[in-house]
């Protein structure tokens, strides 16, 4: 899946709250935390997206709706809404519509400020997620786009667009990735401004996306809720795993595997990483990938792990050594079921000595791909311009 305010005036309400429908959510004016979910939906995963936001009412049910905000911004094939999923006075779960949109490329960074301005300027808390839920691709190579999340008919958003996008949101707990191959270096990297742990997997993502009758309620946890969101994620494809026997959307049995990545420490593994691509990448030569987990099934093969390619790289010595020292401050968690399904091949291995972040490796066939991998900040910062690939 996975893989491409009615604003109520303060004083009108204190005037005439003996009058409201008790029908009608009660709305905190500053909260714990809020959470925006941007749903791409005007796509192939359109289906999914009304299942999705069903689990989140269900998630919701199990959250203090007086204290928290759950925002979910959708692009569907219907005009594009902006709701908060509140509590009625019986306690109920209901939409309710803060900002109704005209039809718009929501992959658009106007856009998508706008709605994030929206959502975090109206319900101010004192910490904030967000999930992003949509297709997904760390790194494609594409005339228009190199790296992108979200797809909105025929555009998609560049990681760098999502980058300056999430510059007018407040500090962010957490970033979600509801999509297919985002739990790359160079995405990771290219946000690591944006928030304090990214959520995300190396590969294909089952086709009903994240569980968020579980995940809803562990994004609101007290403390930092990152490892409550992750472990229910996984804890809830683990439990159902088969090895993708009598494998359907609504039994999901293929698997998962999903990490998080910590963003104040990627700088540090640039900087390591720098230290090891210039001494052992000297030619511009194929590299042999045998041993080296490949979490894209398709012809493209374009995600490979990056800890086993540096340990091939260095043959596990002392430098290598150094290097998983800033690693392991990256990747803080790492899960897989023993297999995962690809929409491509089936059901396929997972090596169990992955670490579980891509990188891309360049290779003599994919000249137009190795020049687009120049714009990357990851490229720039760890040594690849001073690797014999690109001299």
């Not at 005339?143 to 797809?151: E, S, V």
């Not at 030569?285 to 374009?302: I, K, P």
Request: proline content about 4%; glycine content about 6%; overall charge negative.
């Amino acid at each position: 899946m996975k893989s491409k305010m009615i604003l109520f005036f303060v004083s009108f309400v204190m005037l005439f709250s003996a009058c409201r429908n008790e029908d009608e959510p009660t709305l905190p004016a500053y909260g714990s935390r809020t959470v925006l979910i941007y749903m791409m939906a005007q796509n192939s995963l359109s289906p999914f997206a009304r299942l999705d936001m069903e689990e989140m009412i269900k998630g919701m049910k199990q959250v203090d709706a007086t204290s928290n905000n759950l925002l979910v911004y959708i692009d569907d094939y219907s005009a594009p809404r902006l709701v908060r999923l509140g509590k009625n006075s019986k306690g109920q779960v209901v939409e309710e519509v803060v900002a109704n949109y005209p039809e718009q490329n929501s992959t658009d960074v106007a856009v998508m400020k706008k709605v994030i301005s929206t959502a975090f300027n109206t319900y101010k808390a004192e910490s904030y997620g967000m999930g992003f839920w949509s297709h997904g691709e760390g790194w494609i190579p594409s005339p228009a786009k190199t790296r992108w999340f979200g797809q909105d008919g025929n555009d998609y958003m560049n990681i760098d667009d999502l980058h300056e996008a999430l510059q007018v949101a407040p500090k962010l707990d957490f970033l979600l990735f509801d999509a297919c191959f985002m739990e790359s270096v160079e995405v990771a990297y290219a946000l690591r401004d944006c928030g304090d742990y990214m959520i995300s997997s190396p590969t294909e993502i089952p086709g009903v996306g994240a569980p968020y009758e579980d995940v809803v309620p562990a994004m609101f946890t007290a403390g930092n809720p990152t490892m409550k969101i992750v472990s229910a994620y996984y804890t809830y494809y683990e439990n159902r795993y088969n090895d993708g026997v009598g494998l359907t959307n609504e039994n999901w049995t293929g698997g998962v595997s999903v990490g998080v990545a910590k963003m104040s420490e990627l700088e540090n593994l640039a900087a390591a990483t720098a230290k090891i691509l210039p001494k052992y990448v000297t030619g511009k030569t194929d590299f042999d990938l045998s041993g080296v987990m490949c979490y894209d099934r398709r012809y493209l093969a374009l995600y490979h792990d990056l800890d086993q390619y540096i340990y091939k790289l260095t043959a596990g010595n002392s430098d290598y050594d150094a290097w998983k020292a800033a690693f392991d401050k990256v990747m803080v968690y790492w899960k897989s079921t023993p297999r995962n399904y690809s929409a491509y091949v089936g059901m396929f291995t997972m090596d169990s000595k992955a670490k579980g972040l891509s990188t891309y490796i360049p290779m003599t066939n994919r000249e137009s791909t190795n020049t687009s991998y120049r714009d990357t900040g990851w490229y720039k910062a760890s040594g690849w311009a001073d690797t014999g690939w690109y001299k």
